[in-house]
């Protein structure tokens, strides 16, 4: 069964960096994409962008969210990771990572809630 | 790359059927049939309803249906159930190698 579990909710002050992880079973990790995803409080969602772990760990970003994040996979231990540096009030969101089979996103994690308050 | 455009809400009678249009433009829903369509149900995972404008993963009923003409695709929920009462969301791939969510559309069961 493939499965994405997401590390857990996150509350950090603003500046403090943070990385959240999403760890892949039940398939071979190096052969999807993964893709990163923003959901707001009360938004809609938002692609920030995907990562490929096997070969080289291409990445590709949403001009959106290129240089506010940093996406990244260890493939020794199948788990994608998301990135900041230096955390904003804005950045409190709820986020899903994704398998893309193909061109879609087919299975999902739970989310990890990041709260970004002073 | 701006969010693919969808209409706010949407809402129809148990039974009947409703369309929900995605436009996007020449460079992602017009460029290429890698649109896919997402179903949220408050505070849960998306869950994928459509791929590729017009295929449906194992065990998503039937009454759901994709197409697309030019820039602008769209999902055809028919024989509308209460449980289909839910966000939902196109996604296109984009001629930048990335991809791109609709705005979103609430669908609302009468």
């Known amino acids: 069964e493939v499965q994405l579990v997401q590390s857990g909710a996150e509350v950090k002050k603003p500046g403090e960096s943070l990385r959240i992880s999403c760890e892949g079973s039940?398939?071979?990790?190096?052969?999807?994409?993964i893709a990163w995803v923003r959901q707001m409080p009360g938004k809609g969602l938002e692609w920030m962008g995907i990562?490929?772990?096997?070969?080289?760990?291409?990445?590709r970003y949403s001009p959106s969210f290129q240089g506010q994040v940093t996406i990244s996979a260890d493939k020794s231990i199948s788990t994608a990771y998301l990135q900041w540096s230096s955390l904003k009030a804005s950045d409190t969101a709820m986020y899903f990572c994704?398998?893309?089979?193909?061109?879609?996103?087919?299975?999902w994690g739970q989310g990890t809630l990041v709260t970004v308050s002073s | 790359q701006s969010a693919l455009t969808q209409p706010a809400s949407v809402s129809g009678s148990p039974g009947q059927s409703i369309t929900i249009s995605c436009t996007g433009t020449?460079?992602?829903?017009?460029?290429?049939?890698?649109v896919s369509w997402y179903q949220q149900h408050p505070g849960k995972v998306p869950k994928l309803m459509i791929y590729?404008?017009?295929n449906r993963p194992s065990g998503v009923s039937d009454r759901f249906s994709g197409s697309k003409s030019g820039n602008t695709a769209s999902l055809i929920i028919s024989g509308l159930q209460a449980e289909d009462e839910a966000d939902y969301y196109c996604s296109s791939y984009t001629t930048s190698s990335t991809h791109v969510f609709g705005t979103g559309t609430k669908v609302t069961v009468l």
């Open positions: 990562i490929f772990p096997g070969g080289d760990s291409h990445t």
């Open positions: 994704a398998r893309h089979d193909g061109f879609r996103a087919h299975y």
């Open positions: 590729d404008v017009n």
């Open positions: 039940g398939y071979s990790f190096t052969t999807y994409w």
């Open positions: 020449s460079s992602d829903v017009g460029a290429y049939n890698y």
